[in-house]
């Protein structure tokens, strides 16, 4: 099994920038990619980024390329996303997956962090 835990939510105006972590512990070894969904209240959950964990390849949404960036700490087994020029559209639940291979589609993550709260205020 593996845990995933976020953090690194809050509350930050239009314009500011936001630091959010996912430390994975367990059975890491079998994570080949990481995500990060996000979730406004009434719409459904939405791909924001991806990277496969062994490998270069780095993937974003076009609502957040260029703003947002994926990375990981491989020794701490975290995985980051920062996010600057924060918007009130950005402003959703996000959560932290893994799965057996990189997709934007949530299929082929079988573990989920339980999420963070964004609140960008305008």
């Known amino acids: 099994q593996v845990q995933l835990v976020e953090s690194g939510g809050g509350l930050v105006q239009a314009g500011g920038s936001l630091r959010l972590s996912c430390a994975a512990s367990?059975?890491?070894?079998?994570?080949?990619?990481m995500g990060w969904f996000r979730q406004a209240p009434g719409k459904e959950r939405e791909f924001v980024a991806a990277?496969?964990?062994?490998?270069?390849?780095?993937y974003y949404a076009d609502s957040v390329k260029g703003r947002f960036t994926i990375n990981r700490d491989s020794a701490k087994n975290t995985v980051y996303l920062q996010m600057t020029s924060l918007k009130p559209d950005d402003t959703a639940v996000y959560y932290c997956?893994?799965?057996?291979?990189?997709?934007?589609?949530?299929?082929?993550?079988?573990?989920w962090g339980q999420g963070t709260q964004v609140t960008v205020s305008s």
């Open positions: 990277m496969n964990w062994g490998a270069v390849g780095t």
């Open positions: 367990g059975r890491t070894g079998i994570l080949y990619a």
């Open positions: 997956a893994g799965g057996g291979y990189y997709s934007s589609s949530v299929t082929p993550y079988d573990y």
